[in-house]
């Protein structure tokens, strides 16, 4: 059974930064792209970062450019985001995310595996 296991969210204060890390279990993904979305409450899953099998190429929505930094670690089977600088507009539920496939997908409806995510609320 295949497990996407978000953990590192939380409270956070305007300008403040979090790390979330996911672990992934039950299939070897460390051929394939993975990445992290979030989903707002009232809007749409969007995706925030991507990442090739290697780490090679990085995607990041702009929103997400100069502030977040995607990266993974093949051999214990860990994607990370470090997010730095976060404001109020970041408050959403963070999704690990991986995809059979193996191009870099730059939309959340590339990937087909998720995990159940993890709460991130920035304060102002």
């Known amino acids: 059974q295949v497990q996407l296991v978000e953990s590192g969210g939380g409270l956070v204060q305007a300008g403040g930064s979090l790390r979330l890390s996911c672990a992934a279990s039950?299939?070897?993904?460390?051929?394939?792209?993975m990445a992290w979305i979030r989903q707002a409450p009232g809007k749409a899953r969007e995706i925030v970062a991507a990442?090739?099998?290697?780490?090679?190429?990085?995607f990041y929505a702009d929103f997400a450019k100069g502030r977040f930094k995607i990266s993974r670690e093949n051999t214990k089977n860990m994607l990370y985001l470090q997010m730095n600088s976060l404001t109020p507009e970041d408050t959403a539920h963070y999704y690990c995310a991986a995809t059979t496939d193996f191009v870099l997908g730059r939309i959340a409806a590339a990937y087909n595996y998720w995990g159940q995510g993890t709460q991130v609320t920035v304060s102002s």
């Open positions: 039950g299939r070897n993904f460390n051929s394939n792209p």
């Open positions: 990442i090739t099998w290697n780490g090679d190429t990085t």
